[in-house]
């Protein structure tokens, strides 16, 4: 059988710099996916708590600003009437419709008390969001039909919309009845920055309390999969590195 005129092919001797160079752009195709679902990670939640001691004495209010963005979330209002009976009334009140505070409505409709919620207690999308009065008190005894604030430190839950989206806090209150008046004091309260997401009375820190991950990652050494990971600026750094070795 005749020999085949053609050339035998001889394997091409390729510098190792260009085998590097091959190896780093097969690498990069598949750490580049890697690199994206890096990215795509959710932000983690965070509770922004706010510690206070606000007296809000009789005759007297305060405006709460929940998430300190210049806009009033909730009036508490401790009002104090002796028409013929001398009445002290604390009142929560949301500054519009879409919010709420904990509590239940009653049997005609109208805002009933507020729940006095332990530290502990869940506040979220399952509970009611209807009353506003916190406590009443008649000639310094508190009223015996519904409040449970009388002369104790409780939780008021929160329900109050950001951009159009629902997120759930609490205030932290002490009410203190004596001689025909009620002294209630802020101590403290904090909202739950991702939406639809509940909160614990009390919390303050912990797990949902830390900040998100920084989505920026430090420049790793060149010519390593981590570098390959973010990419063209990976490849960059690489080159730049290897065009230095080879003028020294």
């Known amino acids: 059988m005749p020999r085949s005129s053609r050339p035998t092919r001889t394997p091409a001797n390729l510098s190792e710099s260009i085998h590097q160079q091959l190896n780093i752009y097969a690498l990069a195709a598949g750490a580049a996916g890697v690199g994206v679902l890096a990215l795509a990670q959710p932000v983690e939640a965070k509770i ?11 005759d ?25 009976t001398c009445v ?13 505070v904990e509590g239940p409505l009653s049997s005609r409709g109208h805002a009933s008390w507020a729940y006095a919620l332990t530290a502990g207690a869940i506040i979220g999308p399952k509970r009611p969001f209807s009353a506003s009065h916190l406590e009443f008190a008649i000639s310094g005894s508190c009223h015996p039909a519904g409040s449970h604030w009388c002369n104790l430190t409780r939780y ?9 989206k629902t997120h759930y806090g609490w205030a932290r209150i002490s009410m203190r009845s004596a001689e025909g008046r009620i002294k209630a004091v802020l101590l403290g309260y904090a909202y739950e920055t991702i939406a639809g997401k509940a909160i614990i009375a009390g919390a ?10 920084s989505l920026n990652p430090p420049t790793p050494e ?27």
Do not use: M, Q
């Not at 007297?60 to 013929?84: A, E, V």
């Not at 303050?204 to 991950?213: K, R, V």
């Open 88 to 100: 002290s009334i604390v009142v929560a009140k949301p500054a519009n419709g879409t919010h709420g």
């Open 222 to 248: 060149p010519a390593t999969l981590g570098a390959l990971a973010i990419g063209a600026p990976g490849l960059s750094i690489w080159r730049r590195r290897e065009s230095a070795d080879a003028l020294s």
């Open 204 to 213: 303050t820190s912990g797990p949902d309390a830390e900040p998100a991950a």
């Open 156 to 164: 008021l839950g929160l329900s109050f919309k950001v951009h159009g």
């Open 48 to 58: 922004v708590y706010t510690p206070a001691h606000r007296v809000i004495g009789p």
């Open 60 to 84: 007297s209010r305060y405006l709460l600003d929940l998430n300190h963005d210049g806009i009033t979330d909730f009036t508490i209002t401790n009002s104090y009437k002796c028409p013929d």
